[in-house]
């Protein structure tokens, strides 16, 4: 699987963006997705992810109720609504996919990995 992040850019604090994650294959719909985001001098952490069949997902506490994961397995693409931007969600956001059947946290179980698109978020 291949996978193509796009979607970042600079937005004002309280400002929306909406990440596009591709993936090649004719498998996607097997696979859960994941974003996961790495700020300067940090450490890449979890941000949200979703199950194969689109119907679970979790979040990290720092974005639940503001981002929102969602998926269109016939358009083989994950996406990520960032809403209620603040200056602390800068950071490059990666997309990633896992072979696990439920919506993992886990970095360990992502198996294929995007680009990365960067996020800035200025106050």
């Known amino acids: 699987v291949q996978l193509q992040a796009s979607g970042g850019g600079l937005v004002q604090a309280g400002g929306s963006l909406r990440l596009s994650c591709a993936a090649s294959g004719r498998t996607f719909s097997s696979y859960a997705m994941g974003w996961f985001r790495q700020a300067p001098g940090k450490e890449r952490e979890f941000v949200a992810s979703i199950s194969p069949s689109g119907g679970s997902t979790a979040y990290a506490d720092s974005v639940k109720g503001r981002f929102s994961i969602s998926r269109d397995n016939a358009k083989n693409t994950v996406y990520l609504q960032m809403n209620s931007l603040k200056p602390e969600d800068t950071a490059v956001y990666y997309c990633?996919?896992?072979?696990?059947?439920?919506?993992?946290?886990?970095?360990?179980?992502?198996?294929?990995w995007g680009q990365g698109t960067l996020v800035t978020v200025s106050s």
């Open positions: 990633a996919a896992s072979n696990q059947w439920y919506a993992s946290r886990r970095q360990t179980e992502y198996d294929y």
